[in-house]
């Protein structure tokens, strides 16, 4: 069974500009989470996504936002690039919302300059 | 607040060695998953070991062990034999139901380096 996917792998970009990011949950799974990883702050959870609905958000300011399609795969996006965006995307999916073990993408690495 | 502290930020034993990665959470709740989490200098989070909080056997998968003390609110992960593949970051993680959301709270993690 295929793992999860990210694509884009590596992405530059300015400030002010958006970028969508993409994730590919294993077949079958139905929840999809987003994390923003960074060498001060960690792990940081973004949101979760399941049958297509926001289950739930973390701390982020409006500008990050998200969705999941009706196959499960699930787009992030980012507007206003600030510098402090700059960071490792990594999303996870699992069974269900209760399942518990995250299964995670190899990420998406964002530079904004 | 629901918190997972990993008080190592950095450890370093030689291949072969036994070494325990130390992890304390704080929660209300009595059912909630416990993990570790591997992530190797490639970047892909791995899932190395998973314990639910209602068995009180500790979960073993190997090589890794934990030593999940509830009263203590303490999972601590061992590994055995230390395998220079077993370099990475190591973060511990715990799952719990808060307000009708399952929560997956993050530790900062720990950086082990196997040496030669």
């Known amino acids: 069974k295929a793992g999860v996917t990210q694509t884009p792998r590596y992405l530059i970009k300015t400030r002010g500009q958006q970028v969508t990011l993409s994730c590919s949950p294993i077949?079958?799974?139905?929840?999809v989470s987003w994390y923003q990883q960074t060498p001060g702050q960690g792990l940081q959870f973004l949101f979760e996504?399941?049958?297509?609905?926001?289950?739930n958000k973390g701390n982020f300011p409006g500008r990050f936002s998200g969705r999941q399609f009706s196959n499960s795969r699930s787009e992030m996006n980012v507007s206003t690039l600030e510098l402090g965006d700059s960071a490792l995307y990594l999303c996870?999916?699992?069974?269900?919302?209760?399942?518990?073990?995250?299964?995670f993408g190899p990420g998406t690495r964002l530079t904004v300059l | 607040a629901q918190t997972v502290t990993q008080s190592q930020p950095e450890m370093s034993v030689q291949e072969a060695e036994t070494v325990t990665l130390s992890c304390t959470y704080d929660?209300?709740?009595?059912?909630?998953?416990l993990f570790w989490y591997k992530q190797p200098p490639s970047r892909q989070m791995i899932l190395v070991i998973r314990?639910?909080?209602?068995k009180q056997q500790n979960a073993t998968e190997n090589r890794f062990s934990v030593n999940f003390q509830k009263a203590a609110k303490s999972f601590s992960l061992k590994i055995s034999d230390s395998q220079l593949g077993d370099t990475a970051m190591y973060f511990c993680?715990?799952?719990?139901?808060?307000?009708?959301?399952?929560?997956?709270?993050w530790g900062a993690g720990t950086k082990l380096i196997i040496k030669p």
């Open positions: 077949s079958g799974h139905r929840s």
């Open positions: 996870a999916s699992s069974l269900s919302l209760a399942a518990g073990t995250q299964y």
């Open positions: 929660t209300s709740e009595n059912n909630y998953y």
């Open positions: 314990q639910e909080a209602y």
């Open positions: 996504y399941f049958s297509e609905t926001q289950r």
């Open positions: 993680a715990f799952q719990v139901l808060m307000d009708s959301n399952y929560q997956l709270i």
